[in-house]
Protein backbone atom coordinates (compact mmCIF):
# COMPACT_ATOMS: atom_id res chain seq x y z
CA UNK A 1 0.00 0.00 0.00
CA UNK A 2 2.45 2.70 -1.25
CA UNK A 3 1.23 5.95 -1.09
CA UNK A 4 0.63 7.56 -4.71
CA UNK A 5 3.68 10.48 -5.80
CA UNK A 6 2.44 13.66 -6.07
CA UNK A 7 4.89 16.64 -6.64
CA UNK A 8 5.53 18.58 -3.19
CA UNK A 9 4.35 22.00 -4.05
CA UNK A 10 3.62 23.34 -7.62
CA UNK A 11 3.23 27.08 -7.75
CA UNK A 12 1.10 29.70 -10.41
CA UNK A 13 -0.17 33.42 -10.62
CA UNK A 14 -3.71 34.44 -10.67
CA UNK A 15 -4.96 33.50 -13.94
CA UNK A 16 -2.44 31.52 -15.16
CA UNK A 17 -3.73 27.19 -15.30
CA UNK A 18 -1.54 24.53 -13.09
CA UNK A 19 -1.53 20.78 -13.20
CA UNK A 20 -0.70 18.36 -10.43
CA UNK A 21 0.00 14.68 -10.60
CA UNK A 22 -0.44 11.76 -9.14
CA UNK A 23 1.17 8.65 -10.26
CA UNK A 24 0.37 5.35 -9.11
CA UNK A 25 0.33 1.58 -10.33
CA UNK A 26 -1.42 -0.84 -12.51
CA UNK A 27 -3.06 -2.02 -9.10
CA UNK A 28 -4.83 1.33 -8.26
CA UNK A 29 -5.18 4.25 -10.23
CA UNK A 30 -4.30 2.45 -13.49
CA UNK A 31 -7.10 -0.47 -12.81
CA UNK A 32 -9.85 1.72 -12.66
CA UNK A 33 -11.82 5.20 -13.07
CA UNK A 34 -12.09 5.49 -9.35
CA UNK A 35 -9.65 8.40 -8.83
CA UNK A 36 -10.62 11.32 -6.33
CA UNK A 37 -9.52 14.50 -5.42
CA UNK A 38 -9.40 16.41 -1.94
CA UNK A 39 -8.89 20.38 -1.45
CA UNK A 40 -7.24 20.91 2.29
CA UNK A 41 -6.96 24.42 3.65
CA UNK A 42 -5.26 24.80 6.93
CA UNK A 43 -6.76 23.10 10.09
CA UNK A 44 -9.78 22.55 8.00
CA UNK A 45 -11.31 19.41 6.24
CA UNK A 46 -10.48 18.06 3.10
CA UNK A 47 -13.05 18.67 0.35
CA UNK A 48 -13.88 16.72 -2.25
CA UNK A 49 -12.96 18.74 -5.61
CA UNK A 50 -13.08 15.71 -8.40
CA UNK A 51 -14.37 12.28 -8.57
CA UNK A 52 -14.48 9.01 -10.86
CA UNK A 53 -11.37 10.82 -12.46
CA UNK A 54 -13.09 14.06 -14.22
CA UNK A 55 -16.56 14.44 -12.15
CA UNK A 56 -16.94 17.73 -10.08
CA UNK A 57 -19.40 17.46 -7.43
CA UNK A 58 -22.48 20.34 -7.03
CA UNK A 59 -20.82 23.56 -6.10
CA UNK A 60 -17.39 23.19 -6.76
CA UNK A 61 -15.86 25.31 -9.90
CA UNK A 62 -15.58 24.28 -13.33
CA UNK A 63 -12.08 25.80 -13.26
CA UNK A 64 -11.16 22.28 -11.62
CA UNK A 65 -10.81 19.46 -13.98
CA UNK A 66 -9.34 16.06 -14.20
CA UNK A 67 -7.98 13.08 -16.73
CA UNK A 68 -6.10 10.38 -16.53
CA UNK A 69 -3.98 8.04 -18.33
CA UNK A 70 -2.58 5.02 -17.51
CA UNK A 71 -1.35 4.75 -13.67
CA UNK A 72 -0.45 8.75 -13.91
CA UNK A 73 -4.10 11.24 -12.77
CA UNK A 74 -4.16 14.71 -13.07
CA UNK A 75 -5.86 17.61 -11.48
CA UNK A 76 -5.85 20.93 -13.55
CA UNK A 77 -6.75 23.89 -12.17
CA UNK A 78 -7.46 27.21 -14.29
CA UNK A 79 -8.06 30.68 -13.91
CA UNK A 80 -6.37 30.51 -10.55
CA UNK A 81 -7.04 32.68 -7.83
CA UNK A 82 -6.23 33.07 -4.11
CA UNK A 83 -8.63 31.01 -2.45
CA UNK A 84 -7.31 27.90 -4.36
CA UNK A 85 -4.07 28.12 -2.66
CA UNK A 86 -4.12 25.47 -0.73
CA UNK A 87 -3.14 21.32 -0.03
CA UNK A 88 -4.78 19.02 -2.74
CA UNK A 89 -4.88 15.15 -2.54
CA UNK A 90 -5.47 12.53 -5.03
CA UNK A 91 -6.84 9.21 -3.96
CA UNK A 92 -7.47 5.75 -5.37
CA UNK A 93 -9.27 2.57 -5.35
CA UNK A 94 -6.80 -0.30 -5.25
CA UNK A 95 -6.94 -4.10 -6.34
CA UNK A 96 -6.90 -4.65 -2.71
CA UNK A 97 -10.04 -2.95 -1.60
CA UNK A 98 -8.50 -0.43 0.26
CA UNK A 99 -7.84 3.23 -0.58
CA UNK A 100 -4.76 4.83 -1.18
CA UNK A 101 -3.55 8.63 -1.08
CA UNK A 102 -1.15 10.78 -2.75
CA UNK A 103 1.53 12.42 -0.27
CA UNK A 104 -0.10 15.67 -1.07
CA UNK A 105 0.84 18.82 -3.08
CA UNK A 106 1.10 22.07 -1.67
CA UNK A 107 -0.59 25.21 -4.49
CA UNK A 108 0.73 28.38 -3.75
CA UNK A 109 -1.01 31.07 -5.58
CA UNK A 110 1.87 33.54 -6.16
CA UNK B 1 -27.65 18.56 6.02
CA UNK B 2 -24.62 16.23 6.52
CA UNK B 3 -23.10 16.10 9.44
CA UNK B 4 -20.04 14.10 10.89
CA UNK B 5 -18.66 14.41 14.37
CA UNK B 6 -15.60 12.32 15.61
CA UNK B 7 -15.12 11.81 19.35
CA UNK B 8 -12.63 10.03 21.80
CA UNK B 9 -9.46 11.45 20.67
CA UNK B 10 -6.71 11.95 23.60
CA UNK B 11 -3.56 11.49 24.93
CA UNK B 12 -2.31 7.34 25.50
CA UNK B 13 0.61 5.03 26.51
CA UNK B 14 2.06 3.57 24.23
CA UNK B 15 0.72 0.04 23.69
CA UNK B 16 -2.61 1.54 24.99
CA UNK B 17 -5.71 1.56 23.67
CA UNK B 18 -8.50 3.68 22.66
CA UNK B 19 -12.12 3.91 21.06
CA UNK B 20 -12.97 6.75 18.83
CA UNK B 21 -16.51 7.33 18.11
CA UNK B 22 -18.15 8.90 14.86
CA UNK B 23 -21.77 10.50 15.06
CA UNK B 24 -23.11 10.77 11.48
CA UNK B 25 -26.42 12.59 10.91
CA UNK B 26 -28.02 14.18 8.08
CA UNK B 27 -28.82 10.97 5.60
CA UNK B 28 -28.97 7.60 6.34
CA UNK B 29 -26.78 5.71 7.93
CA UNK B 30 -27.11 2.32 7.20
CA UNK B 31 -26.90 2.74 3.03
CA UNK B 32 -23.37 3.97 3.22
CA UNK B 33 -19.80 2.76 3.95
CA UNK B 34 -17.91 4.86 5.99
CA UNK B 35 -14.08 5.18 6.31
CA UNK B 36 -11.88 6.38 8.94
CA UNK B 37 -8.53 8.24 7.88
CA UNK B 38 -5.86 9.88 9.49
CA UNK B 39 -3.25 12.48 9.16
CA UNK B 40 -0.15 13.25 11.42
CA UNK B 41 0.88 16.24 12.57
CA UNK B 42 2.23 18.44 9.23
CA UNK B 43 1.74 15.39 7.36
CA UNK B 44 -0.39 13.56 4.32
CA UNK B 45 -3.99 11.51 4.53
CA UNK B 46 -3.80 8.26 5.42
CA UNK B 47 -6.79 6.08 4.81
CA UNK B 48 -7.36 3.78 7.73
CA UNK B 49 -10.02 1.51 7.74
CA UNK B 50 -13.56 1.59 5.90
CA UNK B 51 -16.82 -0.62 6.69
CA UNK B 52 -19.37 -1.59 4.31
CA UNK B 53 -23.15 0.27 5.03
CA UNK B 54 -25.24 -3.47 4.76
CA UNK B 55 -23.19 -6.69 5.46
CA UNK B 56 -20.39 -5.15 7.93
CA UNK B 57 -17.73 -5.94 5.50
CA UNK B 58 -14.54 -4.45 7.53
CA UNK B 59 -11.15 -3.30 5.13
CA UNK B 60 -7.78 -2.08 6.65
CA UNK B 61 -4.46 -0.48 5.69
CA UNK B 62 -1.39 -2.93 6.24
CA UNK B 63 -0.15 -0.35 9.10
CA UNK B 64 -2.94 -0.85 11.29
CA UNK B 65 -4.31 -4.53 10.18
CA UNK B 66 -4.60 -6.65 13.79
CA UNK B 67 -4.31 -3.81 15.67
CA UNK B 68 -7.27 -1.57 14.36
CA UNK B 69 -11.30 -2.63 14.74
CA UNK B 70 -13.28 -0.58 12.54
CA UNK B 71 -17.26 -0.97 13.73
CA UNK B 72 -20.85 0.88 13.13
CA UNK B 73 -24.07 0.90 15.03
CA UNK B 74 -26.44 1.51 12.48
CA UNK B 75 -29.24 1.80 15.35
CA UNK B 76 -27.28 4.76 16.63
CA UNK B 77 -25.84 6.12 13.52
CA UNK B 78 -22.16 5.96 15.28
CA UNK B 79 -19.22 4.59 14.04
CA UNK B 80 -16.08 3.56 15.89
CA UNK B 81 -12.66 2.52 15.74
CA UNK B 82 -11.06 0.38 18.33
CA UNK B 83 -7.08 1.11 18.58
CA UNK B 84 -5.14 -1.22 20.27
CA UNK B 85 -1.41 -1.65 20.70
CA UNK B 86 -0.47 2.18 20.16
CA UNK B 87 2.17 3.29 18.47
CA UNK B 88 4.05 6.58 18.73
CA UNK B 89 3.45 6.53 14.87
CA UNK B 90 -0.27 6.57 15.03
CA UNK B 91 -0.58 9.90 16.48
CA UNK B 92 -2.81 11.87 14.26
CA UNK B 93 -5.75 13.23 13.77
CA UNK B 94 -8.39 11.03 12.92
CA UNK B 95 -11.50 11.92 10.90
CA UNK B 96 -14.64 9.65 9.44
CA UNK B 97 -15.62 10.30 6.10
CA UNK B 98 -18.55 9.35 3.79
CA UNK B 99 -17.93 6.98 0.69
CA UNK B 100 -20.72 8.58 -1.33
CA UNK B 101 -22.09 6.48 -4.56
CA UNK B 102 -20.52 2.98 -3.02
CA UNK B 103 -17.87 2.01 -1.13
CA UNK B 104 -14.95 2.36 -3.68
CA UNK B 105 -16.18 5.73 -5.63
CA UNK B 106 -15.33 8.76 -3.34
CA UNK B 107 -15.00 10.42 -0.13
CA UNK B 108 -18.12 13.06 0.06
CA UNK B 109 -18.40 13.98 3.20
CA UNK B 110 -15.75 14.78 5.94
CA UNK B 111 -15.68 15.12 9.88
CA UNK B 112 -13.39 18.19 11.27
CA UNK B 113 -11.57 14.96 13.38
CA UNK B 114 -10.34 14.00 16.88
CA UNK B 115 -6.55 13.90 17.75
CA UNK B 116 -5.27 11.31 18.87
CA UNK B 117 -1.55 11.67 20.75
CA UNK B 118 0.88 8.24 21.53
CA UNK B 119 3.64 9.07 23.95
CA UNK B 120 4.59 8.15 27.40
Known amino acids: QSALTQPASVSGSPGQSITISCTGT?????????VSWYQQHPGKAPKLMLY???NRPSGVSNRFSGSKSGNTASLTISGLQAEDEADYYCSSYTRSSTRVFGGGTKLTVL | EVQLLESGGGLVQPGGSLRLSCAASGFTFSSFAMNWVRQAPGKGLEWVSAISGSDGSTYYADSVKGRFTISRDNSKNTLYLQMNSLRAEDTAVYSC?????????????WGQGTLVTVSS
Open chain 1, 26 to 34: SSDVGAYEY
Open chain 1, 52 to 54: EVS
Open chain 2, 97 to 109: ARSGGGYARRLDY
